[in-house]
């Protein structure tokens, strides 16, 4: 669970069936928004949120996010932009489940899709060129060696245990629209690999940004645009500095999350 979400109460708005006990409920600070999550399981985090302030999405854009593990980047994005419709496909049973309860518990039906699947399949699943837009926050961590249980929830959202990143891009490949846009978020460490392997699928690197924990520290964190079938040529854009001293979050930070 990050700082940035508020816990909410679980009230009489939300049905009780809906809520398990390891379960709670969070505010999104969006529209009135909320999001089911279990801590046993795997909790979104800053990285989602500012992937959703990266992308952008256009009015009557379709979008897909691939892993959308709690669906929270399909519903800040429904609630900050002016797509069409948001689908969010996530291999994880449990993880599915919960994200479509959040989905219903805000009234999304008619503009977000939860399906259960692997993303390894998703062009077979949506068919070719289907989406304007493709998001994803991949697993950051290369495999699951020295994993005590690679099959819990949290080691398969950091770890490439069910998917690489060449799977993400050969799938967002497929997924896109020719000149259809892909936002990803990943560690700067892996940066050369992210480059190359985008570039091999056709997918060209448009617009990066670093986030930095406080001005004066190294990026641990790289927010990437690419346009499937784009030419040459990357911005680099001002980097996000997230605290302008201890506890105390920057204008950025504070815009992104709604505060």
């Known amino acids: ?5 508020r816990k909410k109460t679980v ?5 009780e069936e809906k809520i398990r006990d390891t379960e709670r409920v969070d505010s999104l ?32 854009e379709r979008v897909i996010d691939l892993g959308t593990g709690t669906g929270i980047i399909p519903i800040l994005l429904e609630a900050k932009t002016e797509g069409r419709h948001f689908t969010g496909l996530e291999i994880q049973p ?19 899709d939860i399906v259960q699947g692997d993303l390894k399949e998703a062009s077979r699943l949506f068919g070719l060129a289907s989406f304007d837009v493709v998001t994803s926050n991949p697993p950051y961590m290369d495999g699951g060696a020295g994993l005590k249980n690679p099959e819990e929830p949290k080691a398969i959202a950091r770890h490439e245990i069910l998917c690489s990143f060449d799977d993400v891009a050969r799938e967002t490949a497929r997924l896109l629209k ?6 990803l978020v990943h560690r700067p460490r ?51 500095i997230v605290f302008k001293e201890p506890g105390i979050y920057s204008d950025e930070i504070r815009e992104i999350y709604g505060y």
């Open 1 to 5: 669970m990050t700082d940035f979400v």
């Open 11 to 15: 009230d009489k708005t939300v049905s």
């Open 29 to 60: 600070q969006r529209n009135s928004y909320h999001i089911i999550q279990d801590t046993s399981k795997f909790c979104f985090g800053m990285d989602a949120v500012l992937l959703s302030g990266f992308a952008q999405v256009r009015r009557g």
């Open 94 to 112: 449990e993880m599915a489940d919960m994200a479509t309860r959040s989905v219903a518990l805000n009234g999304l039906q008619q503009k977000i």
């Open 178 to 183: 020719p000149g259809g846009r892909f936002y």
């Open 190 to 240: 892996r940066l050369p690999e992210l480059m190359v392997t985008l570039r091999a699928y056709g997918l060209e690197p448009k617009r990066m940004k670093t986030v930095h924990p406080y001005a004066d520290r190294d990026a641990n964190l790289v927010l990437i645009e690419a346009v499937r079938g784009g030419r040459p040529l990357m911005k680099l854009e001002a980097p996000i």
